[in-house]
């Protein structure tokens, strides 16, 4: 397909004003008179402009350009750049056509080994992000950094408030698991933790990953696709989202998390939704946060150290005994990386699951089975397994 009639241009205004050679900008390949080959690419930055399920106004649109003002400026980081900037979709019809065109662009990227990284839009787009993954046959692993927990199945609000419970209904279903990160107690409803608690899936409230941000890595590096609201980021650092609140995550903690996707081998997509640039101020300050919340995903990107073959000696193994069942857990640590994980069986006949039978833990999790107790994350794990 030639993603030249998909796309607009990125606007000679946006870059014009960048002179530095050790810029970001004059490290990639950008979308201005010729749509770049993509297929020979890492990374593709795909601006989205459509604003129609939100209700924060048409500020959106503009969303993607206003952050590559401020990441074209920023200096390029290490690792052998190979990151293409494909501009901005046109959006479709009406909503589905925007999904369905978010998902055939991430399906082509995907089926080429390119890592697209989508700027701007309302957070519904993500559902097309997750559709990108239908034809790959494969589970994925979904983690999303929201506010709010978006489960509304009700006609008359916002999609953007809906996606999250359409993408649980969406058949086919291959999603394997969801975890969402910085939910805020006093903005969700009980109801919608206690399903997500039921479906086995995880969910950590601001004040945990404020607590020890360490401990939410090895979700992130459980994650096929990562989907960051806005919303999530305090209103001090991103007042660029008119319902983001005073206590949510700092800009230092939302680039931490994007740093900690970036050097995710697994991840394969990741999304930066519902900034809306009308509401910023006149520095654009949360414009300058999600630019380098992007820089720093990047830069773990080039920072990956591939840990996969657990049987080399790149790892070292420790058999933890049980008092209970199971009598042994396994885990694994990386002398490269020093990241640990752990072997969950999963069941005889489920060869579907079989690429999840280690899953990412924490030096925590070893510490809970040397004192004889089962680990919440191997409990978890072992629930969806079977």
Known sequence: ?????????????????????????RSISVFAERMPDYRDAHIALIGLVDNRGSGIGKGIATAADEVRRKLYNLKRGTGSYRVVDLGNLNPGIDLDETYVRISEVCRMLLESNVLPVLIGGSHDMDYG?????????????????????????????????????RILLHEPNYLFSYTHLAYQTYLIDPYAVSILEKLYFESFRI???????????????????????????????APGNPIAQPFGLTGEEACQICWYAGLNEKLSS??????????????????????????YFIEGYYHRKNDQNFRGNDF????????????????????????????????????????????????????????????????SALAKLI
């Not at 559709?131 to 199945?153: H, R, T």
Request: charged share 20%; hydrophobic share 35%.
């Open 129 to 165: 992000q997750y559709c990108g993954y239908e034809s790959l046959e494969k589970l994925v692993s979904f983690v999303n950094v929201d506010a709010f927990i978006d489960l509304e199945d009700k006609g008359e609000t916002n999609p953007n408030q809906q996606h999250i419970h």
């Open 1 to 25: 397909m030639d993603l030249t009639i998909l796309f607009s241009p990125v606007d000679e205004s946006v870059y014009s004003g960048v002179t530095s050679n050790a810029s970001f900008y």
């Open 316 to 379: 070292l193994k420790y058999s933890v005994s049980m008092p209970v069942e199971p009598e042994v857990i396994t885990f694994y640590k990386s002398k490269l990386s020093e990241k640990w994980w752990m072997e969950v069986p999963y069941p005889q006949g489920h060869a579907r699951y079989s690429g999840n039978s280690i899953v990412p833990c924490s030096y925590n999790d070893y510490q809970v089975a040397v004192k004889g107790e089962i680990p919440e994350r191997y409990i």
């Open 270 to 295: 990741i999304g930066f939704y519902e900034y809306n640039p009308e509401f910023d101020d006149s520095q654009k300050k949360t414009a300058s946060v999600i630019a380098t919340m992007v820089w």
């Open 207 to 237: 004040g945990q990953i404020r607590t020890n941000i360490h401990e939410i890595e090895p979700a992130v590096r459980n994650a096929d696709m990562l989907s960051f609201d806005v919303t999530a980021i305090r209103s001090s650092d």
